[in-house]
């Protein structure tokens, strides 16, 4: 098997079998009656970044969500992610083919746990980790923070009825403001 991390003594004692750790590594199929040293995947995975929206930034969705930095360097696999959504977990099964995730690839209940209706206005604390086949997990990532607002609206576009033309002072121009309401 695989042998990464701190190597712990076993102590076997006349023993024939197979002895696997939890990630069904073989550690051999016959000892002898001695002392045997083997290595044990004790190694945490790596701390997984949250990104594609700023850290206490305002969103009108969640969309842009991307969550990298998965698997693990020589360990015996990954076999689950934690996303907590303001204090609440949720289980992300491994499914990461290309060492992220966005937002459109989360379970559906998750996505919905992270939908604003129209109108609406939620803030948002997101941090994940992720824990391998052997029961090692990763540092939890840091929070990402962040508020989605339906309500926002943006300017799309500034027009008036003497566009390109030379105002003397004191002249009255109209000005027309157009905006969506992102919804």
Same mark, same amino acid.
């Given at each position: 098997g695989n042998s990464t991390g701190t190597s712990k003594s076993l102590k076997v004692t006349g023993v024939s079998g197979t002895i696997q750790d939890i990630?069904?590594?073989?550690?051999?199929?016959?000892?002898? @009656?001695?002392?045997? +040293?083997? *290595?044990?995947?004790?190694?945490?995975?790596?701390?997984?970044? !949250?990104?594609?929206?700023?850290?206490?930034?305002?969103?009108?969705?969640?969309?842009?969500?991307?969550? @990298?930095?998965?698997? +693990?360097? *020589?360990?015996?696999?990954?076999?689950?992610?934690?996303?907590? !959504?303001?204090g609440r977990n949720a289980t992300i099964p491994d499914s990461v083919s290309d060492g992220k995730l966005t937002f459109s690839d989360l379970p559906q209940n998750i996505k919905t746990d992270l939908t604003v209706g129209a109108g609406s206005k939620q803030s948002f604390a997101i941090s994940v980790y992720q824990t391998d086949i052997a029961g090692n997990s990763s540092p939890v990532s840091d929070t990402l923070e962040f508020t989605v607002d339906t309500n926002k609206t943006r300017l799309l576009a500034v027009k008036s009825s003497k566009s390109n033309e030379t105002c003397t002072t004191g002249a009255v121009i109209d000005i027309t403001l157009e905006f969506s309401r992102s919804t």
């Open positions: 990630a069904k590594n073989d550690l051999s199929s016959s000892l002898p @009656s001695h002392d045997f +040293e083997c *290595g044990i995947d004790t190694a945490a995975p790596k701390k997984l970044t !949250i990104g594609g929206i700023t850290n206490g930034g305002t969103v009108t969705s969640c969309e842009n969500l991307v969550i @990298s930095g998965f698997g +693990e360097t *020589g360990g015996s696999g990954i076999f689950d992610y934690t996303i907590s !959504i303001n």
